[in-house]
């Protein structure tokens, strides 16, 4: 229409962005390949050993390997509960359908850190999830769910859990109904209207909350170092060491851009796969 | 029964566990700070409040939550500012490229936050702005920006263009037209990127313990300090009044503007 | 209508979207007072010209002219036209009252001023008692009359209205028809009315601009358009019309004759100039200007523009009897005769006739577009 391209009421926003976001992680890629020497500080000169230890040594190969089986079985995990709901709270024709969506919304408004810290208490020695195990008689000792892969599985599911569904609902709610009433008419049963009708169409949903959940998985940096304690490391705690004990920005920055560039592959291919299968991104 | 309605109460089963799982660190939470005993055990041994007027009487705690409370109320107001206008002119003007800045826009949201907070570190040693409230501000902002502006642009996009045209036929100029006709009725739209982007600032940790300077401390960053040094009912009786703070938030959120459509 | 300066003048407009010309270079006239109808099926470019004229689109090239005073450049705002809204547009957040207000309020009115002449407005819409309910308490027809009193209590030199009557059912439709005739009578607003309905724009209309494609096709009073169409498409667009391709056999003083083709036929059409023998025409007639007449009457039995015919079809539709007839040729025309006569069965013969002057010759020539043939 007529009035100017207003082009200048983003100007607050862009230059904000730019300024203290974009440039910030474009500085950090000259950094990342100055060297740095302990007790000395960071020098002038040019090397690219942080790049090449993070993808030959083998301590940081197991943390990446690490960081990313998580991100696969907290996606996985998160999908295989969250569908369910998700199908639930779409459909359901329940007067408390907002409230029940906002009961959803309500732990992931919770700090973070308190939720981290409930999980603390679960899954302790001495916590709720083995006082349970214990006296339902499925286990004699303790078991050792803090400081493992286990805890960390546990508590992200958690923590994740109500962005999967918030994107299946969004998804689900999409599938007009009517084609499943002519799977229906047509002959199909309820399982296999919803494995050759429903869950094809909640594809691009389930696409995109996965991507979400695996990305955030990735990236996570509180929880990990909560319950997986400064010996077990991800990627993202890594980088918290790397920066405030070791001071070894060169390093760090090495990492975190090793970090970025999975994540924006991630985001890159999933926006390929949405157009292919025709969703929007 | 048929197997519509077993598959029925199988879905309300599966989905009222799930709930179940969903609150389950909240409750052990809430338990944990009455205990009695100076180690955090579930189910409580003896019940007490002292912990919640321990952690009430603690001037670290306060000025904590006063820090995050500051930093979060600046942080929204700059963030709503930048995003409204920059949700407008996305939504409602031709922009170049509009595409790109709607993806820069965005790009926080998917962006580890972590590196967000490390390259904030060495970038405002640089520029000089290391361990000030400015900087960490902005910090915020940019973070908090996005929440913002998606809440704005669903708001936006559920209103018809023409009463703004209407309303410039009329004799309003842009402006005029923008605050008496169309902010009044994005005011959800507003509110609910105001109250995200509140909680996402208020409940940062990646961002903001890389660039806390000295005597700043942000609630959670002090909770999870604490965390790291040995956990005792007080930091449960701490997060126990931040669940409910941020319970009666969304109740209220929700009844005045139907915050469910919004996330 | 002549002699005054016009209300609006647009010249010579253009708009142009990517690679589509969505108006061509469209000149115009509106007298003052007067009702003005531009008609056109969707995608003709008509509601690109509305809104060019209330400065909502800016014209690739081109002039608008308001009372003389070119107001091409003027901002949208400062331009004092009044313009009605397919959806009404009406702020949801703001009483009736508060909507009728807005527009008094830019302009600095005070509310001593302003409230009295708001109620007279709604008053004048027959409003009177809602002005203080929101717009979805109102029902269709009162929320197209609250934007009606909104853009007129401005007293705005030229009310613009883009199909602001579509949303309506028929019933209400017509009621709203003769609301706005009445008011802008009473008023004597020169109105410029976007339809693509053409029995809307004949029964309102004191001129009628049919456009397609970004161009204007004709401009006329309504009978003008109706019965003396200027082109095949406006021909088409008015009305379903017989269209009988044929060749100027003779064309004299009082009257033209064509013969057709296909046949030893010919039908005279009157006196019509710049067409030669030998040229290709098109002879377009309307249903309703056909009449039968019973088969046995004497004068002139089969003759030019009188035929023998069978009918091979019949549909009653309230207000006309509509029929097909076949002629000895083969030929079918499509008839239609008053609700009120009494109706011919299926196979019954008649001969059919119809005036000259109720024939409107076309040049070009060609397959004869829509119509039977």
């Known amino acids: ?51 090449t230890r993070l993808l030959t040594d083998s301590y940081y190969l197991e943390i990446i390997g690490r960081t990313l089986a998580l991100g696969f079985t907290v996606t996985l995990a998160t999908l295989v ?68 892969f286990a805890g960390l599985l546990i508590a992200m599911t ?50 995109s909350g996965s991507i979400l959940v695996f990305v955030l998985t990735i990236s996570a940096l509180v929880t990990p170092r909560l319950l997986g304690g400064p010996t077990y490391q991800v990627m993202a705690t890594l980088i918290y060491d790397e920066f405030l004990q070791r001071l070894n920005w060169p390093a760090g920055s090495a990492q975190a851009l090793l970090l970025t560039l999975m994540v924006l592959a991630l985001v890159y291919l999933s926006g390929r796969l949405a157009r292919r299968t025709g969703a929007r991104a | 029964m048929t197997a519509a309605r077993a598959r029925g ?4 089963a599966w989905v009222a566990l799930v709930y179940a799982f969903l609150m389950l660190p909240v409750v052990v939470i809430a338990l944990a700070s009455l205990s009695r005993t100076s180690y955090l055990t579930v189910p409580p041994r003896g019940l007490t409040l002292h912990w919640f007027t321990q952690v009430l009487g603690d001037p670290e705690y306060i000025q904590a939550i006063g820090w995050s409370v500051l930093l979060a109320l600046v942080a929204t107001t700059g963030a709503v500012g930048a995003g409204v206008a920059a949700s407008f002119a996305l939504i409602r003007r031709r922009v170049p490229g509009g595409a790109f800045v709607s993806a820069v826009l965005n790009a926080p949201l998917v962006f580890p936050a972590v590196v967000v907070g490390v390259a904030l ?59 008496t006709v169309t902010l009044p009725l994005i ?33 959670p960053v002090k909770i999870f300090t604490a965390i790291e040094y040995g956990v005792d009912p007080s930091i449960a009786a701490i997060s126990t009044m931040l669940i409910v703070l941020t319970g009666v938030g969304l109740a209220v959120a929700e009844r005045w503007i139907g915050f469910h459509r919004f996330v | 209508m002549s002699g005054a300066a016009p209300a609006l003048s647009v010249r010579r407009l253009r708009k142009a979207f990517g690679a589509v010309v969505a108006v061509d270079g469209v000149s115009l006239d509106a007298a003052p007072g007067e009702f003005l109808s531009l008609l056109g099926p969707s995608g003709c470019g008509k509601s690109t010209l509305l809104r060019m004229v209330a400065g909502l689109v800016e014209p690739d090239g081109g002039q608008v ?277 009494v109706p011919l069965a299926r196979g019954a013969r008649a001969l059919v006739a119809w005036r000259p002057e109720d024939v409107t010759l076309l040049p070009g020539g060609g397959p004869e577009p829509g119509g039977p043939r």
């Not at chain 2, 704005?152 to 605050?179: K, N």
């Open chain 1, 1 to 51: 229409m007529r009035h100017g391209s207003g082009w200048w009421l983003l100007v607050p926003a862009l230059l904000l962005l730019l300024v203290v976001f974009v440039v910030p992680v474009a500085m950090m890629v000259p950094m990342s390949f100055r060297p740095y020497v302990p007790l000395v500080g960071i020098t002038d000169g040019f090397t690219a050993r942080y790049y």
């Open chain 1, 81 to 148: 509960i969250g569908y369910p709901v998700a199908f639930f709270l779409a459909r359901t024709p329940s007067r408390w359908r907002s409230w029940l969506t906002i009961l959803v919304v309500f732990p992931l408004m919770l700090n973070l850190v308190v939720r981290t810290f409930g999980w603390i208490a679960l899954l302790a020695q001495n916590g709720l999830v083995n006082q349970a195990l214990r006296a339902l008689g499925l286990v004699d000792s303790p078991v050792k769910l803090l400081f493992n």
């Open chain 1, 158 to 207: 958690h923590i994740f859990l109500p962005f999967m569904v918030l994107v299946l609902i969004g998804a689900i709610q999409n599938i007009p109904r009517d084609v499943e009433d002519a799977a229906r008419v047509l002959g199909a049963s309820w399982a296999s209207t919803f494995c050759r009708v429903t869950l094809p169409l909640s594809a691009p949903g389930i696409l």
């Open chain 2, 9 to 12: 109460w199988l879905l309300r």
């Open chain 2, 121 to 179: 570190l060495q970038f405002f040693a640089t520029v000089r702005l290391n361990g000030t409230f400015v900087g960490l501000a902005l910090a915020h902002m940019v973070i908090t920006a996005p929440y913002v502006v998606r809440a704005v642009t669903a708001s936006l996009q559920g209103i018809d263009p023409e009463l703004e045209h209407a309303a410039r036929v009329l004799g309003a100029s842009g402006p005029v037209a923008f605050f």
């Open chain 2, 187 to 219: 005011r959800p739209g507003v509110a609910a990127g105001a109250l995200f982007a509140f909680i996402v600032s208020f409940d940062n940790v990646p961002v903001s313990i890389f660039l806390l300077g000295a005597g700043q401390m942000t609630l």
């Open chain 3, 65 to 341: 002219v308001l009372a003389g005073e070119d107001i091409t450049r003027v901002a949208v705002h400062r331009r004092n036209l009044g313009l009605v809204f397919q959806s009404y547009a009406l702020f949801p957040h703001m009483t009736v009252q508060e909507n009728v207000a807005f527009g008094l309020r830019r302009r600095g009115v005070g509310e001593p001023e302003l409230r009295p002449r708001v109620e007279r407005m709604l008053e004048l819409v027959r409003l009177g008692p809602l002005g203080a309910r929101y717009p979805r308490e109102l029902s269709g027809g009162q929320q197209q009359r609250v934007a009606l009193a909104r853009a007129l209590v401005t007293e705005p030199r030229v009310l613009l209205l883009d199909e602001p009557l579509s949303n309506l059912d028929a019933l209400l439709r017509d009621e709203m028809r003769v609301e706005l005739k009445r008011l802008q009578e009473r008023l004597g607003t020169t109105m410029i009315f976007v339809t693509h309905d053409q029995a809307e724009a004949l029964i309102l209309s004191d001129r009628v601009v049919v456009m397609e494609h970004g161009r204007v096709e004709q401009i006329g009073r309504p009978e003008e358009v109706y019965r003396r169409p200027a082109t095949a498409f406006v021909a088409r667009f008015l009305g379903r019309a017989n269209f009988l391709a044929g060749t100027v056999a003779e064309s004299a003083a009082g009257r033209t004759v064509v013969a057709l083709e296909g046949g030893a036929l010919s039908i005279v059409a009157g006196p019509r100039s710049g067409l030669v023998a030998g040229q290709p025409v098109h002879a377009v007639i309307r249903q309703e200007s056909i009449r039968f007449e019973p088969a046995g009457d004497g004068a002139g039995a089969a003759g030019a523009n009188r035929f023998a015919a069978t009918v091979v079809f019949h549909a009653f539709a309230g207000q006309a009897h509509h029929y097909v007839v076949q002629l000895a040729s083969g030929r079918e025309l499509e008839v239609s005769a008053p609700g009120a006569t």
